[in-house]
């Protein structure tokens, strides 16, 4: 079992791998399928939205480029489903070590002869591939669809700009690792993580347009989230290796941590 502590954790995440990955790819079909029935008529839908109150850019993108493909699903699609499956990131974090904890199951494994690093590590990089196979699994989907409705132009960069949601979701389920192992209990760890990415989306979402938040946007995880202008031939590597910069220190945190706390048995 300990050789395949990695695996083990890949496996027990198996179901919510297929489940989020496919019910997120299937929610981009849908949305895909709904473009040719809207591009015909999306003049009067841009000249519609472009009469709404600047925060509805800020929260879900450029409305004036509704009517173009890539906006179409930067919109639609790539602005929200990062906070979703950031969600998912959080509860997966929680459960590596907590939930172990919770099932009485933590005391068990650390009386094998594994190294409590190695615990942290390797479920850490687990949670890192399923994050990566969600995204694979919606970015099939979408391809897929895509070349269902003829849109075949850009999709590499389609599936480039799903894959960049890796970053910032495995940034949401480290700071979750790190505050389980921190604060021990699930539950406290669970609400203070999805606190701090869902309020870290509005804080950045909000500083586009509020004057008094425009300066904090830069402590937002979000912040460094490209919501796929990828698309469009845009976004930053840079905001991605920020992300990722987190991640190993949220998960270098939870290493130490880990290393000195009591276990609960």
Not at 13 to 25: E, M, N, P, V
Not at 119 to 138: D, R, S
Not at 170 to 199: D, E, H, K, Q, W
Not at 226 to 235: A, E
Request: hydrophobic share 55%; proline share 3%.
């Amino acid at each position: 079992m300990l050789r395949s502590l990695f695996l083990k954790t890949i496996r027990d995440l198996r179901g919510q791998i297929l489940g989020w990955g496919l019910g997120t790819g299937l929610l981009g079909l849908f949305i895909i399928a709904l473009y040719p029935a809207f591009s015909d008529q999306m003049e009067m839908y841009t000249e519609m939205f472009q009469a709404y109150p600047p925060a509805f850019s800020a929260f879900f993108g450029d409305l004036a480029n509704l009517a173009e493909w890539s906006g179409w699903l930067s919109v639609e699609f790539f602005s929200w489903v990062a906070p979703i499956l950031a969600i998912f990131a959080v509860a997966a974090g929680t459960g590596l070590i907590a939930g172990e904890e919770e099932r009485r199951t933590l005391d068990l494994l650390l009386s094998q002869p594994i190294r409590r690093w190695r615990v942290v590590a390797e479920k850490a990089a687990a949670l890192a591939v399923a994050l990566v196979l969600v995204c694979l699994l919606a970015a099939t989907c979408l391809v897929l669809s895509a070349v269902a409705i003829g849109q075949t132009d850009g999709l590499g960069r389609l599936v480039l700009t799903t894959m960049d949601i890796v970053p910032i979701t495995l940034a949401c389920g480290t700071l979750a690792l790190m505050s389980s192992v921190v604060f021990r209990s699930r539950r406290l760890a669970t609400s203070l993580s999805v606190a701090v990415a869902i309020g870290s989306w509005f804080v950045d979402s909000l500083g586009k347009v509020v004057d008094v938040l425009e300066p904090y946007r830069f402590l937002a995880l979000f912040h460094y989230y490209n919501v796929g202008t990828i698309l469009t031939g845009g976004g930053e590597l840079a905001r991605a290796g920020v992300l990722l910069g987190l991640s190993a220190m949220f998960v270098a945190v939870s290493l130490v941590a880990f290393q000195r706390r009591d276990v609960s048995v």
